[in-house]
């Protein structure tokens, strides 16, 4: 009987296959996923919807609208880098991929698409409640566009969470990211207008990478507070740059 050759090696299968793999582990986490898709949305509702639409003005709704996409998308993306990544290193399952056969970029590359697609779903829930409870309006390139601001934060946060997820193990990785977390969701405006905070701390919010995604998001709507895009887009890639490249040194560090 002649022997069945074996299939050829496919890199993309490779790809799909572990990007498949992260999405399923983090939505069988309830203490990922339940969190990660219910508060913005939740808060949303709370906050722009029930609170903000007193005044009668969707001004309120279509600011939180997308304060809390991009809060969406920062947690998705830095407990989904920092904790698995904290986790992977302390029970050894970053070194055993290493020793598999695998494209090099595929655990990183799976990683960004769960960010990706769970960010999807937060502001598909957001848009539904804006739409259905708010009465915001939007056309569809305005959508589309606000869709791409709110998507664009992935790549700074994932890099953020995972330079934090090489600095702790398991246990101490969701501590260090809720302090990173929700101070910089509320020094950045995502919650509360940042007119309300004080002079320094309005001051100080160009420091924060969440204020750049944010801006973004809040020109496509009309209520950013007049920027230049290019500033915020640079801002970000710097973070993104300066953040891949000292998780790297302490990934290759440890091995």
């Excluded at 791409?148 to 600095?167: C, E, H, K, Q, R």
């Excluded at 944010?214 to 709507?221: D, G, H, R, S, T």
Aim: with cysteine.
């Amino acid at each position: 009987m002649d022997a069945v050759a074996p299939a050829p090696f496919s890199p993309w299968r490779a790809y799909l296959l572990e990007a498949r793999y992260e999405f399923l582990r983090l939505l069988r986490t309830p203490s990922f996923s339940l969190p990660c898709l219910s508060f913005p949305p939740l808060f949303y509702l709370l906050f722009g919807v029930l609170l903000g639409g007193r005044n009668g003005s969707t001004a309120v709704a279509h600011y939180l609208l997308a304060g809390y996409g991009v809060f969406g998308t920062m947690g998705v993306a830095l407990f989904g880098f920092g904790v698995t990544v904290a986790l992977d290193r302390e029970q050894g399952l970053l070194t055993l991929k290493r020793a598999q056969p695998m494209p090099p970029g595929a655990y990183l590359a799976a990683k960004m698409a769960m960010a990706m697609l769970f960010s999807s779903i937060v502001l598909l829930l957001l848009a539904a409640l804006a739409v259905g409870v708010a009465g915001v309006r939007l056309p569809p390139a305005q959508w589309l566009g606000l869709a791409l601001a709110v998507l664009s934060g992935a790549l700074p946060f994932s890099a953020l969470g995972l330079w934090l997820g090489t600095l702790v193990g398991g246990r101490g990785a969701p501590a260090l990211i809720n302090l990173v977390y929700l101070p910089m969701a509320l020094l950045s405006g995502l919650w509360v207008p940042l007119s309300v905070l004080p002079s320094a701390l309005q001051a100080l919010a160009p420091l924060w990478p969440a204020y750049h995604v944010a801006q973004l998001a809040q020109k496509v709507v009309g209520v950013d507070a007049g920027g230049s895009p290019a500033l915020h887009v640079a801002v970000l890639i710097a973070v993104a740059t300066a953040c891949f490249v000292l998780a790297r040194r302490r990934l290759y560090a440890a091995a």
